[in-house]
């Protein structure tokens, strides 16, 4: 049995190792970090954050300019002189068609309109996709297929129906108030009151929450989809029901979706222009809305640097949430989002 | 609770006329079963069988279409899982991730509202039984899959229970950790004689557990019986076949006056006991395990002897199996691991019509 091959394997097992491993490739493998791959990958990228990041440059050098400056007309040079002026009057003293406390107003709407709509929206869709996915009932899919086919739908088709409903909702409930109000309180004109939904905050915030519903229950329904049914199982043998399986076993296993789903609503509703403007009265107005009747207003010279200062200022919220949130966002979406 | 009338006790767990359909899909056929009072009982049977149907349907998780459940002479038909007396472990581990193994003990009864100072008594009883002291700190993320499913039989063990149920607890684990862990369940059996149901379609761990077996195929009992029974009295072929490894030799052929014939092997079936005392002539399968065959110098003090022409060997450490012909369809034959055989060879071989078992040819019946 002594061909060559064996007789050569045999001596060369007897040398030492290293001297072995010298004839070929060995240990890590070399990287280049100037490949051409590399030089075209990260010189896409870079074209594309300047592309992203011009408009963005432009718009802050610009609202630190004072106006004589902005008039020389290079958007691109860095400001000579420092001035947050823009900044204050685009918060406090810019003037819509209707007032003149700037952006303020607005702000402080958004946020009454942004906090209640992201919690009832999130508590409505987390407990339905629960439900949905965990405790199906009969017509449990149909369900949930109808509420997907709303998804489908364009806003702009709803848009007056719901200004009936909300008109009508607020008048129906209205007269129950009125007429059951003398059971609780006897007190002289406490019943004159009326509920108001078309035109309000509260009749913004149930809209935001309604048309949040299709792809909240989606998410939160495949998110729980995903954990697995004999966890469930062990739980309701452990004597936890509908309730304490929620809040006990998978709410605490739910951040990232928790995330995800904040996210999503917080921009979404921050960014909204359309329901601001249709559901709500003038001094209601969401910041958007302020914003664009800031920008447009037609009252003497156009303030290139307000203006400026005003759009920063409504960005900064979904701004700053993508900037704390940005890598749980990607979790939580690789996490149940995309799994049916 | 109203419904939860006293039915008679004695028995741990009775199934009545059980039916459970999934839409138009019929799971579980008309099932009746009666468990004893600290009783090991194995349902056993091929995947999609309705093991674990069944299981689900004992703890409650699944609402049947038909038939009652009784618990300790409880009707817990319609009863919440938690109010039946059960506790269950499963494939998977099923523990809550963001606890800790105590917390994971204590969740159940936390949920019943026991007092602390029990809770404390009952965990820490629960994991010196199953050895789990020095890990009560730590997530499940942190365990084997051995600590998990310790940990998950910890949980029904401190809930009290009147009967375990297992669905296939030891599958996920590897092979020599299945053994351990089988041995140590069969401990714990012996140490709380609760009744246990267990779920598997492992032959040894049914086999090694069980005081009794259920053989289940398309949501039926085939039979029910001691591991004993199931393994030397099969009920039918089907159960017959199911039950070893390598599974047994089945040869078609007629019984006539008592002598099963099938070409020109004649096997004369005395001390074969018949389920039936009158037997008619018919056509017939007779059954032979492989490690009833007798071969060496035992084959020539058989009641039947004949010669097979060996023609595969497979040799495998503490026994070897030998693959013949005999009446023309394939005849296996479990001999010792040291036996010398070689394919080509011509084997004598002894016959034991005593230990065969015999089976109606269409209706496939033990006769
Ligand atoms: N939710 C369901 N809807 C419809 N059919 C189902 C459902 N769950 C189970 N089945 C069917 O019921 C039958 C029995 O399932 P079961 O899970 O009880 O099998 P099993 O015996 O436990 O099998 P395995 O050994 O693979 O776990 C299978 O044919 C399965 O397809
Ligand atoms: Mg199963």
Redesign the pocket.
């Known amino acids: 049995m002594a061909n060559p091959a064996t007789l050569a394997s045999t001596f060369a097992a007897k040398q030492p190792v290293h001297d072995r491993l010298d004839d070929g490739p060995h240990g890590p493998r070399p990287k280049r970090s100037f490949s051409r791959a590399n030089i075209f990958l990260y010189g896409t990228l870079a074209l594309v954050s300047i592309y992203y990041l011009l408009p963005l440059y432009v718009m802050l050098v610009t609202s630190v300019k004072g106006m004589p400056e902005i008039r020389m007309g290079n958007v691109f040079a860095p400001p000579m002189e420092v001035t947050f002026e823009p900044w204050v009057k685009a918060w406090a003293e810019a003037c819509t068609g209707v007032n003149c406390d700037g952006l303020s107003r607005g702000f402080w709407n958004s946020v009454r309109i942004l906090i209640p709509s992201v919690l009832l929206s999130i508590t409505i869709a987390l407990i339905s996709g629960y439900a949905l996915s965990k405790w199906k009932f009969k017509g449990s899919e149909t369900f949930f297929t109808i509420l997907i086919i709303g998804a489908f739908i364009p806003y702009q088709v709803m848009l007056y129906p719901i200004v009936i409903m909300l008109r009508d909702t607020g008048g129906f409930l209205t007269d129950i108030w009125q007429a059951t109000c003398g059971v609780f309180t006897s007190a002289e004109g406490s019943c004159r009151g009326r509920i108001q939904l078309f035109g309000s905050l509260s009749g913004l915030v149930i809209v935001h929450s309604i048309f949040g519903m299709p792809i909240l229950v989606l998410l939160f329904r495949n998110y729980f989809a995903s954990i697995p049914d004999e966890l469930f199982k062990a739980a309701r043998v452990d004597g936890a029901g509908f309730w304490g399986i929620l809040f006990r076993i998978m709410l605490p296993m739910s951040m990232p979706i928790l995330v995800v789903a904040m996210i999503l609503q917080v921009t979404g509703i921050w960014n909204d222009f359309l329901f601001g403007v249709v559901y709500t009265r003038a001094e209601q107005y969401p910041m958007t809305v302020q914003l664009n009747n800031i920008v447009n207003s037609v009252q003497g010279v156009k303030e290139y640097n307000v203006n400026m200062a005003a759009t920063l200022l409504t960005g900064l919220v979904p701004l700053t949430i993508y900037f704390f949130s940005g890598k749980l966002f990607v979790r939580g979406i690789a996490a149940g989002a995309v799994k049916g | 609770m109203n419904e939860m009338t006293k039915v008679d006790a004695g028995h741990s767990v009775e199934i009545r006329h059980l039916d459970l359909q999934?839409?138009a899909?019929e799971?579980?056929k008309d099932l009746n079963l009666d468990i004893h009072e600290g009783e090991f009982l194995v349902?056993l049977?091929?995947?999609?069988?309705?093991?674990?149907?069944?299981?689900?349907c004992i703890a409650g998780l699944?609402e049947v279409t038909a038939g009652q459940i009784i618990i300790k002479g409880k009707n817990v038909t319609w009863a919440e899982p938690s109010e039946r007396g059960i506790g269950m472990v499963f494939?998977s581990y099923a523990l809550y991730p963001q606890m800790t193994v105590k917390g994971n003990l204590s969740f159940g009864l936390k949920n019943a509202r026991v007092p602390k100072a029990e809770i404390e008594k009952r965990v820490a009883r629960a994991a010196e039984i199953l050895q789990i002291e020095p890990l009560l700190d730590r997530k499940p993320g942190a365990l084997s899959g051995g600590q998990r499913q310790r940990v998950a039989i910890g949980r029904a063990l401190v809930r009290d229970v009147d009967v375990f149920l297992f669905?296939?607890p030891l599958s996920n684990l590897d092979a020599k950790l299945r053994a351990e862990l089988r041995v140590e369940l069969k401990r714990l059996h012996n140490q709380l004689e609760n009744t246990m149901i267990y779920?598997?379609?492992d032959q040894v761990e049914a086999m090694t557990l069980a005081d009794r077996i259920a053989i289940?195929r398309g949501?039926k009992i085939m039979q029910l019986g001691s591991p004993d029974e199931i393994y030397n009295r099969p009920q039918n072929r089907y159960v017959a076949d199911f039950i070893g490894s390598p599974s047994m030799n089945f040869i078609d052929g007629r019984l006539e006056g008592g002598v099963f014939t099938s070409g020109e092997l004649r096997l004369p079936m005395e001390g074969y006991e018949y389920a039936a005392p009158q037997v008619s002539d018919g056509p017939a399968t007779i059954g032979i395990r492989p490690e009833h065959v007798v071969t060496g110098e035992l084959a020539a003090s058989a009641p039947v002897q004949t010669e097979v022409l060996v023609e595969l060997v497979e040799p495998m450490g503490s026994d070897t199996l030998v693959y013949t012909e005999l009446a023309g369809e394939r005849f296996r034959i479990r001999m010792d691991g040291q036996a010398v055989v070689h394919a080509g060879d011509r084997l004598p071989i002894g016959l034991v019509p005593a230990k065969a078992s015999m089976f109606d040819k269409s209706s496939e019946v033990r006769l």
């Open positions: 999934f839409g899909v799971v579980l349902l049977g091929s995947s999609g069988c309705g093991k674990s149907t069944l299981l689900n699944l494939q669905d296939e779920v598997t379609h289940m949501g």
